[in-house]
């Protein structure tokens, strides 16, 4: 008898699951997180060139994004990427409290407030913390950001929210 597993937004019979991996070693797990978290810190340099398809080549092609208690519109997110960028005039940003859960060889959730100084054209200046939950994916030779959930610290408005 064949078993199904019920998912959002579908059904997987448990025929076409693959034995679960070996687990991993503690050096192995470290490795990947020292890879994931050099990869973090070099997006928010990045960042600061404000080079739009630089900072992009970070994100799958189908991320998933959610914050501030809404779904994102990914593909609308990478459209008004450009004309955002171009106004930019500053974006400093840091990480503050990473931390990175290794899942399996290929898979890890990055957790931290990625903390911001931005400015743009119209001489406008502020300060955007985006507390970030995201999954990354091992995907065409590097860590890519598939899906990740932003929100604001308590009491504090995420200013362009969906505008990593």
């Known amino acids: 008898m064949r078993a199904w597993i019920a998912l959002a937004g579908g059904v997987l019979s448990a025929d076409a699951c693959s ?4 687990e991993l070693t ?10 994931v978290r050099a990869e ?6 990045v960042m600061k060139t404000r080079k739009v398809d630089d900072v992009l080549a970070f994100y799958g092609k189908r991320t998933a994004y959610a ?20 106004a930019y005039t500053k974006v400093e940003c840091g990480w503050d409290g990473l931390t990175i859960d ?9 957790t931290g407030a990625l903390v911001c100084d931005k400015a743009d ?9 985006a507390v970030r939950t995201e999954v990354v994916a091992w995907e065409e030779g590097r ?12 009491g504090a408005p995420l200013e362009g929210k969906g505008k990593s």
């Open 67 to 86: 914050g501030e208690g809404t779904v994102g519109d990914w593909a609308a997110i990478v459209k008004s990427a450009p004309a955002r960028y171009a």
């Open 143 to 154: 860590w890519r950001i598939v899906a990740v959930h932003e929100s604001s610290p308590p």
């Open 102 to 110: 290794v899942l399996a060889p290929n898979v890890a959730v990055v």
């Open 19 to 22: 034995a679960a991996p070996k």
């Open 40 to 45: 973090s810190m070099r997006m928010v340099e």
């Open 121 to 129: 054209t119209s001489g406008r200046s502020w300060h955007e913390v």
């Open 26 to 35: 503690p050096a192995a797990r470290a490795a990947i997180a020292d890879s």
